[in-house]
């Protein structure tokens, strides 16, 4: 998986494949929009005011900006809070939530442009999905998300920021 994704440019990737990326990611806002003001999200944004720093990442519908972690985490929370973000079938769980603010807020960190940007979250899905299809499915003890997802975003990071 490592050699797939330093080896992988934007322009391998197919056009239909950014445009699907692209309603992920309207579908993952349109989440966080319905989350943004629930108990957990308004918990989790007071937690990352304490503890990330004033950073380039913008935190979704507010004016306020943190590391890229901590805005990560912070639209991660509001776009899962509702449990409306989108799900895959086959791996069991919900990537966008996890995946698309890792890119996002990395992106932004990057200076990357959108099609880049767009790039990233189709690598985030494809190596969280693969950690998640590994899997036995009918040996796991839980389909929780936060299992395979993270991978993803680890990868998101590593690809924007060009890591070898």
């Known amino acids: 998986l490592a050699e797939f994704i330093t080896g992988l440019s934007a322009s391998d990737i197919p056009a239909s494949a950014i445009e699907m990326a692209g309603r992920c990611v309207l579908d993952v806002i349109c989440a966080a929009l ?12 007071g937690f990352g005011s304490t503890f990330f720093p004033n ?33 895959h079938r086959e791996a069991g ?5 996890a995946i698309i603010p890792a890119s996002l807020a990395t992106a ?6 959108g099609k880049r940007f767009l790039a990233a ?21 839980t389909y929780s998300t936060r299992r395979w997802c993270c991978y993803g975003a680890a990868a998101v990071g590593g690809w924007l920021r060009g890591l070898k």
């Open 108 to 113: 932004e960190a990057a200076g990357a442009d």
């Open 121 to 141: 979250v189709v690598v985030g899905y494809e190596i969280g999905l693969r950690i998640s299809a590994a899997r036995d499915m009918k040996a796991v003890d």
């Open 34 to 45: 319905a989350g943004f003001q629930t108990p957990a999200a308004e918990a989790v944004r």
């Open 55 to 87: 950073g380039p990442a913008v935190i979704w519908l507010s004016d306020r900006k943190a590391t890229p972690a901590g805005a990560a985490m912070i639209n991660a929370a509001a776009a899962c809070a509702q449990d409306l973000d989108d799900g």
């Open 93 to 97: 769980g919900h990537p966008g939530a």
